[in-house]
């Protein structure tokens, strides 16, 4: 197999060729790539060689053993591969589900307080923690080079403390301290002694898959008793069955115009679909499927639940079976504020819950708890010409010249309204230094242009209220997609409608108009204390906030709802007086809202700068992506001439 077509093959089946691997290896690459492919079922061989671009050197190999069986007698190394296969499936669902896993141990373990040796309000467990963390326990045989930390140990006990008392806790481990384990030793025993569930919310995904890959696998193997672990991330980060294969026969058709990338992208996922027991995104860790993933994926409204052919199969559904079934859940702050939202609908029950990067919480909650509407795109959806684009309505919506012209065409015309007053009001008080955004006064309705805009609001809402109430006198669409349409229709007008309320008459809220990408207005509010919505959900549950920096402020665990939590900062075991320099940056130009060429030039300057002074490796963080590849293209030059070596996020 020529070279091109064995990385394409490689990339398809998402095999990973070793770092240092050589044209001498490629024979054992290309034998070990083609029997992966005959693993694959005729089916969705048929549909990855229909997908695959069809000018690729891969493409004619594709097609060949697309239905075909493997080329000659089998080996006896494939006969072998091939029966370690459902084993090694098998492996991967039991992992999942708190199978047998790393160390041969059972992790089948049920939450059962019996199962436990300490039932009840015993403290046997509190010395069971003693010992993991000695210097010769259970941690110090599973991690070479294993020390034990005094602040690690510190923040264990606090935390076991707090579960043992049902007392919050405020933690703040710096860096070094060892946080993760800190937490998750003491959580698992009382989970398990207690036969109680504990739920551990981190806001990013990067330290979601940091515990899924590295710290749950060492927690099964360092408890002599078995326990259940499940990720569970929100619903958009599970492949959805049914959208996959239509966009699969929309990519497949013979009219398709998809280009290269985009079909390569799609059939790694058709392969992957058949061999992963998640359907999580993050196992596949591809920019270019990223950038796709809206199209394999689905939100909880626009799924048919019950109704749906794949649900048996459903992986969303199935991660979220197995949160039911497990001790420990680790998900992320959005679901956590979700499910309190929601009641209790997205999560299952749990009596302790642990909140990692939690100065991030706060704004996670303003973010879910908050709303926002654009009165354009609503428009569009509409089907109603906004602005100077003249653009109509996607298909599939319901059918509303049919089921309600009238009402439509009055709501979208509402909204055109609504729309204009929004750009009127933003054109008028948006401050120079920050063009994207005009704030809404707590008085916002005495003045003119006030009550133009709430005027234009109430009509917006009202017009969708007679819409909605048409809407629910309309017949059942038949068929899968157009009752999708309809319900997704009706979801989203009664989003805007609360949407609107909220910003009309919500006490106690922030209001702001901003401008997107495309210029288009959008209008948002968010509590300005969620303490009143959060409070309430916190009352019978135990919660622990730690990051390595938690805010000043003394009130700030109770704007969160979490009163009366005590407080802890441990500090960090580094001497960064001595070890590290803080320099601040005092000359240099505000970040704009939209940064430009200036903007990006001169930070690529003075990044540059730094990177000529400074012997060793120097990692460069951004906080949005586009400015990092910016900046990234126009050092990549410069570094290049000096002999040193650039490493770009996803690339």
Not at 131 to 151: H, M, S, V, W
Not at 440 to 454: N, T, Y
Request: charged letters at 25%; proline letters at 8%.
């Amino acid at each position: 197999m020529a070279p091109a077509a064995l990385a394409g093959l490689e990339y398809l089946l998402g095999l990973r060729p070793a770092a240092d691997a050589d044209a001498g290896d490629r024979e054992g690459r290309g034998r070990a790539a083609v029997a992966a492919w005959f693993r694959l079922s005729p089916r969705t061989r048929a549909l990855i060689a229909g997908l695959w671009p069809p000018g690729d050197p891969l493409s004619q190999w594709l097609k060949r053993h697309a239905l075909a069986g493997p080329p000659g007698p089998p080996t006896a190394g494939a006969v072998a591969a091939a029966a370690r296969e459902p084993a090694a499936a098998e492996e991967r669902a039991d992992a999942l589900a708190g199978g047998s896993g790393a160390g041969g141990r059972d992790q089948t373990g049920s939450s059962d307080p019996a199962g436990g040796k300490d039932s009840g309000t015993g403290t046997a467990w509190l010395q069971e923690l003693e010992e993991i963390f000695a210097p010769d326990g259970p941690l110090a045989r599973l991690l070479p080079g294993y020390k034990p930390r005094p602040g690690q140990l510190q923040m264990a006990r606090a935390v076991a403390a707090a579960l043992a008392g049902g007392r919050h806790l405020a933690v703040e481990a710096g860096t070094g301290i060892g946080k993760t384990l800190a937490y998750l030793v003491p959580a698992v025993l009382w989970a398990h002694h207690h036969g109680c569930r504990v739920v551990v919310a981190t806001h990013t995904i990067a330290l979601q898959e940091q515990l899924r890959t590295r710290d749950l696998p060492l927690l099964h193997r360092l408890f002599p008793f078995a326990f259940r672990s499940a990720v569970l991330k929100g619903f958009a980060h599970y492949a959805c069955r049914l959208q996959a294969e239509a966009t699969f026969r929309v990519l497949a058709a013979p009219t398709s115009r998809a280009g290269e990338a985009t079909r390569r992208a799609a059939a790694r996922v058709a392969a992957w679909l058949e061999q992963t027991v998640t359907g999580d995104a993050g196992e596949l860790d591809d920019p270019a499927v990223a950038a796709l993933w809206s199209r394999f994926s689905t939100e909880p409204g626009a799924c048919l639940g019950a109704r749906c052919p794949a649900a048996s199969r459903c992986f969303a559904l199935l991660a979220r079976e197995r949160a039911q079934a497990a001790d420990l859940v680790v998900t992320n702050h959005a679901l956590v504020v979700a499910d309190r939202a929601s009641e209790h609908r997205v999560l299952p029950e749990y009596h302790g819950l642990i909140v990692d990067e939690a100065h991030h919480l706060e704004d996670v909650a303003a973010h879910q708890l908050g709303v926002r509407i654009r009165p354009a795109d609503l428009a569009r959806l509409l089907g109603a010409p906004s602005g100077a684009t003249g653009e109509s309505a996607p298909a599939g919506t319901g059918d509303l010249a049919t089921v309600a012209p009238g009402e439509a065409a009055q709501a979208a015309a509402a909204l055109r309204e609504a729309d204009g007053a929004l750009r009127r009001w933003l054109e008028e008080h948006r401050p120079p230094d920050e063009p994207a955004v005009a704030r809404l006064p707590v008085q916002w309705k005495e003045a003119a242009a006030g009550r133009e805009l709430a005027a234009a609001l109430e009509r917006a809402r009202e017009s969708l209220g007679a819409l909605l109430d048409r809407l629910a006198l309309a017949p059942v669409p038949p068929g899968e997609a157009a009752f999708l349409a309809a319900r997704r229709l009706r979801q989203n007008l009664q989003a805007a409608t609360e949407a609107i309320q909220r910003c009309l008459e919500a006490e106690g809220w922030c209001r702001w108009i901003e401008a997107g990408p495309d210029g288009e207005p959008e209008l948002a509010a968010a509590p300005v204390d969620a303490s009143e919505l959060l409070a309430p959900w916190f009352q019978e549950t135990v919660v622990v906030l730690t990051s390595a920096t938690l805010p000043r402020d003394a009130r700030w665990p109770e704007r969160l709802g979490v009163n009366e939590a005590a407080r802890l900062e441990i500090p960090s075991p580094y001497d960064f007086r001595r070890q590290a320099l803080l320099a601040v940056v005092t000359d240099a130009p505000r970040p704009p809202a939209r940064p430009g060429e200036a903007y990006l030039d001169d930070l690529a300057r003075r990044v540059g700068a730094v990177v000529g002074v400074v012997p060793g490796g120097v990692l460069v963080l951004f906080t949005a992506r586009v400015v990092m590849s910016q900046v990234a293209r126009r050092v990549r030059g410069p570094l290049a001439r000096q002999g040193r070596r650039l490493a770009v996020q996803d690339e």
